[in-house]
Structures are given as structure tokens and as C-alpha cells.
């Protein structure tokens, strides 16, 4: 498990304290087959997820890497990522964001197919 700060001094004493209080109603496994389903049915199909991060920010969340991965080789790489809120298992996923991820499938998946060749 990871806590991300988003922003701090790039210079100078850095004094961190940090008590969050938080109920983790949806476990990381929860939220990993959550947006597995949403990018299969919003997305792609050929979209996995890989390991949720646990996110400390405006609001605690998993963090969801989301792959492009085919049929015959598995993962390819990342597209982006998609949160979770620990305590609703609300997706938190912008149309924008949506856009981004779609985006980033279709280039790596023109890349990959122009470097690795077409699937026999």
C-alpha cells in the first residue's frame, strides 16, 4: 500500500503529519473488479486492470491502473488509471479521462501492432 502526496516544498524542511480516518468499505480487490467491468463495457474489451494504489488526497480512493492487453502476448502497457472511492465505491472516471484512455489504447495498439506485426 502506497499514500501519494500530491503537493509539497521542492525545497526546504518538509514536517509531515498525517492522520486520515477513513472506513474502507470497498476492499482493493473490490475496486480492481469494479473498473475491470466499467473499461469492458465503457471502454474496450481488451482493456485489464493491474494493482490499485491506495490514494490519500482530496478523498481517499484506489487508484486502478488500467492495460491494454491482447489476446495472444497479455499487458502491452498502461492507458491510465481509474479511482475508486474506499468508502462508496463510486468510479470516479470524467468523460475526459474516458477520452485519454481511449486514446492512449489506440495509439499503443497502432504502435504495437505496426512493431510486433499483425496476429497470425
Do not use: K
Request: hydrophobic share 45%; with cysteine.
Amino acid at each position: 500500500m502506497e499514500a501519494i502526496v500530491e503537493q509539497f516544498p521542492r525545497t526546504g524542511q518538509l514536517q509531515l503529519a498525517i492522520q486520515v480516518s477513513a472506513n474502507i468499505n470497498y476492499s482493493a480487490n473490490a475496486a480492481r473488479r469494479m473498473v475491470g467491468r466499467f473499461v469492458a463495457d465503457e471502454i474496450g474489451y481488451m482493456l485489464r486492470t493491474g494493482e490499485p494504489t491506495l490514494v490519500v488526497g482530496e478523498r481517499i480512493c484506489w487508484r486502478v491502473p488500467v492495460l491494454l492487453a491482447f489476446p495472444d502476448s497479455g499487458p502491452v502497457g498502461a492507458v491510465g488509471t481509474v479511482d475508486v472511492n474506499v468508502e462508496t465505491g463510486q468510479i470516479l472516471v470524467t468523460p475526459g479521462q474516458i477520452a485519454e484512455i481511449t486514446q492512449h489504447a489506440n495509439d499503443l495498439a497502432a504502435n504495437y501492432t505496426r512493431t510486433a506485426g499483425p496476429a497470425s
